[in-house]
């Protein structure tokens, strides 16, 4: 198989023949898997590329002016996705206000002069260009003039409910890491690099790696989980807590992200490690003194020995 192809913007001769499809594809959850291995699938059989386009910034960042974290995967971790999906080409298009003023018609004829599209696969909602003129009634109508079909894939659903960036989002932000994880078909992780903090955790006995994601990443619900943790090539159980630190009454105002990897003694300064959130164990809380701390560390560590997880 050859290596998958990465481009920057709609320039340039990108793959020849191309079953397309056009979304952010934010966190490459279970919905998205569907539709993508389904068009990779039948690309093949027909002898033609499957390429993802996909947009950074996120459109409602631009559109909406959210400066929030709301990002569940960085670009690089987009595209490692992506690849291990079988896809062909990754385009990745800067969405910018210009991008969103073009319309349908013009966006389409930007990207037809960069792929030869054969087949636009998209989802029953889809819709691209300002005012959201391109959908799916226009996009078969264009489709039958410039030589190219449109497929739909019915969203993935699960008890009823459509599975989509946003609800994952919202289970985060809830702290509900578990139905993430289903939803997106493995545990939700975030990766970093770690750095020097204040070292208090080394001083109670449970040393913990800070680490310094991405600004822009969401961070499930301020709380203490359950965690795998990966370094290098290898796997350890942690106790991850996300937030203030409010026994010891720093006044830091944005959350902190720090794991206590169970099992591990080595330097991890400098290394990036990727933090897989398993179980939610309770509420951050400030404690009386620092005997109480230890002791509630301690059943943390004795829980996430304790959970069985896949």
Known sequence: MAPMKQYIGLTGNHPGDSWVTIGSFDGVHRGHQQLITSMVAEAHKAKANAVVLTFFPHPV??????????????????????????VDA?????FTRELAGLTGAEFMQRLMKTV????????????????????????HHYGQSYGYKVQ???????????????????????????????????????????THGDARGRELGFPTANISTHPQRLLPKI????????????????????????????????????????DYSGDLYGKKISVEFLERLRDEKKFAGIEELIHQINTDIAHTREAVYE
């Open 61 to 86: 960042v631009i559109l909406r002016n959210i400066s929030d974290p709301i990002y569940l995967s960085t670009v690089e971790e987009r595209v490692e996705m992506l690849d291990a999906l079988g």
């Open 90 to 94: 990754v385009i990745t298009l800067e």
């Open 116 to 139: 030869k599209l054969r087949a636009l696969w998209v989802g029953p909602g889809f819709a691209l260009g300002k005012g959201r003129g391109g959908d799916i009634e226009f996009l």
């Open 152 to 194: 739909i894939v019915d969203p993935y659903r699960e008890n009823g409910l459509t599975v989509s960036s946003s609800i994952i989002r919202a289970a985060l932000q809830e702290g509900e890491v578990e139905a993430a994880h289903n939803w997106l078909g493995r545990p939700y992780s975030v990766s970093g690099i770690v």
């Open 223 to 262: 709380g203490v989980y359950a965690c795998r943790v990966k370094v290098e090539n290898d796997t350890h159980l942690a106790v991850t807590n996300i937030g203030l630190r409010p026994t010891f009454g720093d006044g830091q105002l944005l959350p902190t992200l720090e794991t206590h990897l169970l």
